[in-house]
């Protein structure tokens, strides 16, 4: 539709919604010209709707909609979801009462969930009666962001503050635990012919989770004061094939099935217990990813590109939606049911180890289908 046509629409549409005379309609359009001179270039969406909620104009609309193909309808025929309603509502509140309302309202939108700051204003003609609404809308979200990240942070140094005097009562009693272990391990291993092999090796993966334990402590108190990693050259195969061979009875248990696609690589400079730690809490978010579905495939490929290793752990389970794509890797969000609850800090932690590794990470993931994380990691450290 050319500028003429929708304008002659748009006086139209004006003159009968509110028995406007064609003068006084045209004069409204000219101000509205005006309006769109002075507003171009911002990122306030401005617009005019009448009193059944339909769209008389409007003025710099979401790139997800086409504004010459919202004239003369409701927000609910053009889309329907939560921020849709709220939005309706507010114009309907602010019509019925005559009053000014301003709410922050979150739409799902092409590039994620936008928060957008809305004013709504009745609409008058010259005798006073309401005849619409007008509504102002700006994109808040990086405020939104910036302003839970300032919470995060204050989180986080309280996690640091919490966890310096955990952290230390917390190793020595798995100091206990481990050394009472190695002592039944050496009498056992001593006396073999009252214990089967199959207890002394149970004993041994007690004893690795007690040191990955003493891990997870250290890298909780890492959130709030990074370490610097202690390196040594790895063959990262064989930690992948470390951290799984930990979960082989609940990954059985779960009916998930693991696929290994190695190829053969140098060996790399890491800290082996933090990249332990970064694969055992990527293995467990796929495990409980593909648990609800009764089973699963867990396929994890090992790769040198670009003298870097990769590491790819890819899953079949429910995948992660678009709203959360952006919020995965913040401090205490999680996307965990009540089956599964998390602290939210596991992926925080794999990004800032990654991270202090001088490697990437990212993710793949499509609503029931699967996620896969991507990890790179230099060859020369």
């Known amino acids: 539709m050319d500028t003429y046509k929708l304008e002659n629409s748009v006086i139209s549409e004006f003159i009968d919604c509110n028995n406007l005379s064609e003068d006084l309609a045209r ?29 008389i104009w409007i003025h710099n609309a979401h790139s997800d909609y086409l504004s010459e193909n919202m004239i003369g309808k409701r927000d609910d025929e053009l889309d329907t979801n939560g921020g849709i309603l709220k939005l309706m509502e507010l114009k309907r509140k ?8 301003r709410e922050e309202i979150e739409f799902p939108l092409s590039e994620g969930l936008l928060t957008y700051d809305v004013t709504a204003e009745p609409l008058r003609d010259s005798e006073g009666n309401i005849i619409g609404c007008s509504t102002s809308s700006i994109d808040i979200t990086h405020i939104k962001r910036l302003q839970k990240y300032l919470v ?42 009252t214990i089967s092999d199959k207890h002394i090796d149970k004993i041994k993966k007690m004893i690795i ?18 370490s610097v ?10 930690v992948v094939d470390r951290v799984i061979s930990l979960q082989q009875s609940e990954l059985v248990q779960d009916n998930i099935t693991i696929e290994r696609k190695y190829s053969p690589i140098k060996r ?14 990527l293995s467990i978010n796929a495990l409980h990813a593909m648990k609800p579905l009764g089973k699963g495939l867990l ?20 995948g992660i939606n678009n709203i959360d794509k952006d919020r995965i890797f913040d401090p205490f969000f999680t996307t965990k049911n009540d089956c599964f609850k998390g602290s939210g800090l596991g992926l925080t932690m794999v990004i800032q180890c990654i991270k202090s590794h001088n490697g990437t990470i990212s993710f793949e993931s499509q609503v029931n289908k699967g996620t896969t994380f991507i990890i790179r990691l230099p060859i020369d450290g």
């Not at 001179?37 to 909620?53: H, M």
């Open 27 to 55: 004069k409204s359009c000219l101000n509205r010209k005006c309006l769109e001179i002075a507003l171009k270039d911002s990122p306030i969406i401005v617009a005019l709707c009448d009193l059944e909620l339909r769209y």
């Open 94 to 101: 602010t019509i019925k009462i005559g009053k000014r309302f």
């Open 152 to 193: 995060n942070a204050e989180n986080l140094k309280a996690v640091g503050q919490l966890a310096a005097g955990v952290s230390h009562e917390f190793n020595n009693i798995l100091a206990v635990i481990m050394g009472n272990l190695q002592l039944f391990l050496l009498e056992f291993e001593q006396n073999k012919n």
């Open 209 to 226: 989770k007690c040191e990955q334990g003493k891990n997870i402590a250290l890298n909780l108190l890492s959130l709030a004061k990074p």
């Open 229 to 238: 990693p202690k390196k040594e050259l790895t063959d990262i195969s064989t």
């Open 268 to 281: 790399i400079s890491i800290d082996v217990g933090q990249i332990e730690q970064v694969f055992l809490n």
């Open 299 to 318: 396929t994890i490929s090992i790769k040198e590109v670009d003298n870097e290793v990769e590491v790819r752990f890819s899953d079949t389970g429910i």
